[in-house]
């Protein structure tokens, strides 16, 4: 009987195993298939694009304007077709890429103008959104015309629609330029109605992350400092639209910052229509719908006996080679870009993770080609220890006789300027948020909450430091203990950035405070060594290191091709979610928008809890 069951154990062993053979080589078999199908279809459907006489490169920035795209996070994509913060398929447009197209554009002859299709841009730094119009007017000093068009004009939009000859707004569109505000939700009467209690640590009289924990509403130091960048930044914006729009005698200031009373004139004179106010106030030069926009273009281009012809900005860009050409020299700058908030660890590109990002660092340390490194910057700070990791990596760069350069992008602050004081030169944009040249450390205890609905907490323990927790009350000596460790980290910024640009720290200390700058007030201020773009921080850095023939190359996280693969295939699969679970609500916005202020400690994890970071950089 047992030799039975043995035999019958082993066939059906047997037998299972041959199923799974056979299941694994249909699977791998369709998989084949699949792939094949697909490398067929590619090599089908892939034509040599040509460009016609007589066209115009049509950019339809339909996302968002970034200085490097990210990897594909499926995850991440999910959610937001979840949220409903992404409602359509939209891209990433890289500034230096865009750039690169427009001035090829500007030198083929076959282009013969520009198509801006603004309704789609959903957001682009100011530096960003300046380097792109320089480009764009470098493109029409050739002769050639650039037209916008938008169904309605955002902020952000019309920005870079204020470069173009000639603006288009549907009948039924707005422009909307409301300026810039800081706005920031406090917490204060929750925690006291949750009897939660903050303990708070900070230096700096304009360190204000702490403020809605302690406050109901923004402190007057905090207004007053913050009023000064946000008036700088929008008479920054009004000028830039009358300059460049400068042909137009209706357009004045009042067109573009009326008070409320002049803005309710104007309305009530065009019957409350929106697209004739703007018309009538010069901000746009014609009314058109998009058919009738494109119809028109030949007429505008003085061209109606002639085809004219479009050609897309991703079709012309494909033909083009990349922003960076290697050459094979000896003599290379690296470019490495750094956007996000900085934390301790390792992370994907959406953040600035010390381990990461020294890792990108010490690859340009030990390639023996590279003689100069230009960190782009674009981060509010983070964690204070992630923050020094990073720093000692650059000074270990200068320390190989590398020469290092950091371009700051639209913000380089607190633990973002603790990293770029390291360099041998700063380059910010006009308006670049930079300095915040402070330090704050915080956690709450509910220890009153817990008391109140029943629950008590004791025990013994052999030190008083083993009985810290948010469960029982803070001693007021340890409390003493925490300031004196923030205040030793504000000290230690403050010789940072003192030995990075050669000020004394009584100098360093009049400017910081955690107070925030542009990037004009911080080249007056010593702070940083020139205005200009990430152009301007390369031809420093050959300067530095005494190049004039050299390659530029890009070091950017690897990523594996079948990830790439993976992640391309997966999030294209993504648009195939039902409708219905993609709507958006003001509700959802304002839920992540509180989810994101009130989980920051989690984000940044400080291993200390010694944070320097710029909450308010972020502007409406």
Avoid at 268 to 295: K, M, N, P, R
Wanted: hydrophobic fraction near 40%; charged fraction near 15%.
């Amino acid at each position: 009987m047992a030799f039975i069951f043995r035999f019958i154990n082993q066939l059906f062993r047997k037998l299972f195993k041959l199923i799974n053979y056979l299941r694994l080589i249909i699977l791998n078999t369709i998989f084949i298939f699949i792939v094949l199908l697909i490398v067929v279809s590619f090599n089908d459907t892939e034509e040599k694009i040509y460009v016609a006489d007589n066209s115009y490169l049509q950019i339809n920035l339909n996302g968002y304007i970034v200085e490097q795209k990210q990897p594909a996070d499926l995850s991440q994509k999910i959610t937001d077709q979840l949220t409903g913060t992404e409602q359509e398929q939209v891209q990433e447009f890289e500034t230096q890429t865009l750039i690169n197209t427009i001035q090829h554009a500007q030198r083929d002859e076959k282009i013969t103008g520009l198509v801006l299709e603004l309704s789609g841009l959903i957001s682009g730094s100011l530096d960003q959104l300046s380097d792109v119009g320089e480009a764009i007017n470098e493109f029409k000093k050739s002769g050639k015309p650039v037209y916008a068009y938008a169904d309605n004009y955002s902020q952000t939009q019309y920005y870079l629609a204020a470069y173009a000859d000639h603006i288009t707004l549907a009948p039924n569109g707005l422009v909307i330029l409301q300026g810039y505000a800081v706005n920031r939700l406090y917490f204060k009467d929750l925690l006291d109605e949750l009897l939660i209690t903050p303990h708070i640590f900070k230096v700096g009289t304009y360190k204000s992350f702490v403020e809605p924990f302690t406050e109901t509403k923004m402190s007057q130091f905090s207004k007053d400092a913050n009023k000064h960048w946000l008036d700088q930044l929008w008479q920054g914006y009004i000028d830039h639209v009358l300059v460049q729009r400068n042909n137009i005698d209706s357009l004045t200031t009042q067109s573009i910052n009326p008070t409320l009373f002049q803005l309710k004139q104007q309305l009530q004179a065009v019957s409350g229509d929106g697209a004739q106010y703007a018309i009538s106030v010069g901000l746009v030069d014609e009314l058109a719908y998009h058919e009738q926009f494109i119809a028109n273009l030949p007429i505008k281009a003085d061209m109606e006996n002639k085809p004219l012809n479009r050609i897309s900005y991703n079709r012309y860009a494909s033909t083009l080679p990349p922003v960076y050409t290697f050459t094979g020299s000896s003599n290379q700058i690296a470019v490495i870009h750094g956007s996000g908030e900085i934390v301790s660890g390792n992370s994907d590109a959406t953040s600035i993770a010390d381990k990461s990002f020294n890792a990108l660092l010490k690859q340009a340390r030990l390639n023996k080609q590279i003689k100069a490194v230009v960190i782009r910057l674009d981060t509010p700070g983070g964690s204070a220890t992630a923050s020094e990791l990073i720093r000692q990596q650059i000074l270990a760069l200068k320390e190989q006789g590398k020469s290092v350069v950091v371009s700051m992008g639209s913000v380089t602050a607190s633990g973002g300027y603790w990293i770029a004081s390291a360099a041998d030169k700063i380059i910010a944009s006009p308006t670049t948020l930079t300095g915040s040249i402070g330090i704050f450390g915080m956690f709450a205890t509910i220890d009153k909450t817990l008391n109140k609905i029943g629950i008590h907490q004791d025990g013994v323990s052999t030190s008083p430091l083993a009985n810290v927790g948010i469960t029982q009350p803070l001693n007021p000596q340890l409390a003493e203990i925490f300031q004196i460790g923030i205040e030793h980290g504000y000290q230690n910024f403050l010789e940072v950035v003192a030995e990075g640009r050669d000020m004394t720290v009584q100098e360093v200390d009049k400017v910081a405070q955690g107070r925030v700058w542009t990037g004009v007030d911080a080249l007056k201020l010593g702070l940083v060594d020139e205005l200009g773009n990430l152009q301007t921080a390369i031809n420093s850095a050959a300067q530095l290191a005494s190049l004039s023939e050299y390659d530029i190359v890009s070091i950017q996280p690897e990523i594996s091709p079948k990830q790439l693969f993976i992640n391309k295939l997966l999030s294209q699969s993504i648009s195939f979610l039902p409708s219905a679970i993609m709507q958006s609500s003001p509700l959802i916005e304002a839920l992540l928008s509180l989810e994101k202020q009130s989980n920051f400690i989690t984000r940044l994890n400080d291993p200390k809890n010694h944070f320097i970071y710029c909450t308010q950089c972020n502007i409406d």
